[in-house]
């Protein structure tokens, strides 16, 4: 997978974005939406291990780690690596920029065009879940499409944040609000007017656990046709 992200990276860094609509045909992809404090790399990895001890195909999840391993491929400074283990949404342009190299700097649209390109590129290529990214929006028009959406009351999300990163209720209700705030100035450059399908799937994490969302996923795809 990285290598394949670094070809094109290399291919594309001196060339104007030219994002291509999806064919309704390619895919399959799953995509994971989610309200900060919501679980979604746990139960793509879920997913993508439950569907790998059974189907044919190697299916993968894909997050932020493919910048970590793109920084470790284009052998970027150690300080421009650990930015990116700390990488969120709010950085995204920020992060991608240090990608290139040299003079060129592509300027923010072009670098979220080329992060369209990117999901694109893998939801093309078929049996990957999409983690974030804006995967809903851009993956929509693609008919071999399944699109899950993770949800919690904001009181849940923040009890969830504080226990994961050790700190305080009023630390973990900043958290939220600032994140929960930069997702969504960020998800506002993909969005699309009409023609968008809704969520095939929609949990609320606060009652429904990790295994049960899995289990509900994997059913429908089954009855997709998508695995065995």
């Known amino acids: 997978m990285e290598n394949l992200l670094l070809n094109y990276f290399q291919k594309r860094m001196h060339k104007e974005s030219d994002v291509v609509a ?3 045909e390619e895919g399959p992809v799953i995509t994971i939406t989610r309200e900060y404090g919501c679980p979604g790399k746990i139960i793509a990895q879920q997913i993508v291990n439950q569907i790998n001890t ?13 910048l970590e391993s793109l920084a470790q491929e284009l ?6 690596i650990r930015d990116i ?3 969120d949404e709010r950085k995204t342009t920020d992060y991608l920029a240090l990608l290139f190299t040299g003079d060129y700097y592509p300027g923010e649209i072009k670098i979220k065009n080329t992060l369209t390109d990117i999901i694109l ?23 071999k499409s399944y699109h899950i959406s993770l949800k919690a009351p904001l009181e849940w ?3 969830h944040i504080c226990q994961r990163m050790n ?26 007017t009409g023609g968008m ?12 656990s990790n295994e049960e969302i899995e289990q509900v996923v994997l059913m429908d795809l089954r009855q997709r046709g998508w695995i065995s």
Request: aromatic fraction near 12%; proline fraction near 3%.
């Open 22 to 24: 999806p064919s309704r």
């Open 167 to 192: 700190i305080n209720y009023l630390e973990g209700l900043k958290q939220v609000e600032i994140m929960s705030a930069k997702r969504e100035s960020f998800l506002k450059y993909f969005d699309k």
């Open 157 to 159: 999300r923040i009890e």
């Open 54 to 66: 059974r189907d044919n195909h190697s299916w993968k999840w894909i997050s932020k780690e493919i």
């Open 121 to 143: 590129s893998f939801a093309r290529e078929g049996h990957a879940i999409i983690v974030g990214r804006a995967g809903y929006q851009i993956t929509n028009a693609i008919k």
């Open 75 to 80: 052998k970027l400074q150690p300080s421009v």
């Open 197 to 208: 399908k809704p969520f095939d799937a929609v949990f609320d994490c606060s009652l429904t």
């Open 85 to 87: 283990k700390n990488f």
